[in-house]
């Protein structure tokens, strides 16, 4: 099969949704596939260089709804300290901190870009639930594999970034936000530089990340820390 049911976002917004995952598919195979599987949505994903796939998919009714760039760092030469923020300290979650965390991440996604918000026939409210979600169950079965860091102020968490490292040794950014009224104060970038520190001790090569293209904020930090982009994914849409 050329596509595969999203079980878990076919939940959240009530109609069926689907992934392509076979990318090299003819459309037609595609088509029948979903057709057959009553698909409302499907979703594909590739690479922003193949622009005769990306014209035939325009052309096939699908629309573009984000950008996903990826960044890459080697874990070397890096800081042997985290940034000193006043008053904010760092340390590991545990699962009896995903409540919170669904709590700052609700604040931070709200009418965030990602490509469910980009598509009008979605609500929006919905796609900002994913965010929470995710942020909760990655903090829920957080562990030595798939950490979730946290900045507290107080008994506040102002800031997280969960992560997860590969066998390949490879260390991959997940998932991470900053409280807004937090913002700008250094937070994130001590997360980043934690999670590089993190990944070095447990013996990767290179830490990865990724964002909507038009992620400023984060692509600014991941470049003052020596990442480097290294491709990039478009996201279409289309309804049946």
Known sequence: ????????????????VANV????????????????????????RINVGNLTRF????????????????????????????????????????PD???????????????????YHSDVRLDNSLADAAYVEWAQTNTSTACTMSPVLLAKHGKEITGFISFKHHIDQTTEIILNAVHPD??????????V?????????????????STQINNYTAQKVWAQLGFLHISSLYTLHKWY
């Open 193 to 209: 530089i934690a999670t590089l520190q993190h990944a070095h001790a447990e013996g990767a090569k290179t830490v990865t990340a």
């Open 97 to 115: 901190d995903a409540s919170a965390v669904g709590d700052l991440a609700q604040k931070a996604f709200q009418d965030y870009f990602g490509h």
């Open 182 to 191: 937090f913002r700008r104060r250094g937070i994130y970038k001590a997360l």
């Open 55 to 94: 014209h035939s998919l325009e052309e096939d009714g699908y629309r573009l709804m984000d950008t996903i760039v990826f960044y890459e760092r080697p874990v070397n030469k890096l800081s042997s300290k985290l940034i000193v923020i006043d008053s904010t300290i760092f340390h590991f979650a545990k």
């Open 21 to 44: 995952v076979d990318n090299e598919a003819k459309l037609s195979e595609i088509n029948i596939a979903a057709k057959k599987q009553n698909v409302n949505l499907l979703t594909q």
């Open 1 to 16: 099969m050329p596509i595969k049911i999203n079980k878990l976002e076919s939940a959240r917004f009530g109609i069926v």
